[in-house]
């Protein structure tokens, strides 16, 4: 077995026992893992960015403020530091489509789901435009990978441009891209999606599933 990250040899590092009990879950050697950071301590407590002291950091202090989306997501969990190591896997997950670099977060994943009692898990759609590009959804693919089922109440309906004009759009303008097709009844709703940035699309989709009468909606990143 070779780590997906680095290609080096691991089946050195794995002790007999951990075979014959099937602990083999993880496809990264440890050298790769420990470049992995996972958030710890002191965090916003919407949007899970790292700060010196608990609290709400002054970016979601301003979305409170804000007309449309001020009280549609109730928190944002994330899972690891958006670092250099998994700017990369990402890239090569996403983008160069690498779909078995999921199960680098499958264990964190499931960990992370299972704390989400009587929530819809719903992945963030990607637009059809970007599917053809991609060959899959990256969100479906972790949460494949991972065992968990999902419901696509979201769809994604702009062509998605590209990255850095996205990020030049100023962070409260432009049209919401979602779209539900199902009306709810108070269900409660787990958006998943790989990265929080700045926390603008997984509000946009928190607000269209608000307005088709959803109860609560958090979200769980891989990154932050
Ligand atoms: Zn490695
Ligand atoms: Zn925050």
Redesign the pocket.
Known sequence: MRCLYCHTHIFEEIGWSDLIFKRVEDPFCAGCRSTLIKIEGAR?K??S?SMKSEG??S??DMWSKHSDYSDVLTANHSIYEYNDSLKELIKRFKYNGDYALAGCFRKELIEHVKLYKKFIIVPMPVSSLRLKERGFNQTEALLECAGVSYENLLKRVDTETSQAKKQKAARHSGENPFQSGKAMNGENILLIDDLYTTGTTIRRAASVLKKTGAGEVRSVTIGR
Request: proline share 0%; with cysteine; aromatic share 0%.
């Open positions: 916003c919407i949007c960015r709400v950091c970016d979601c």
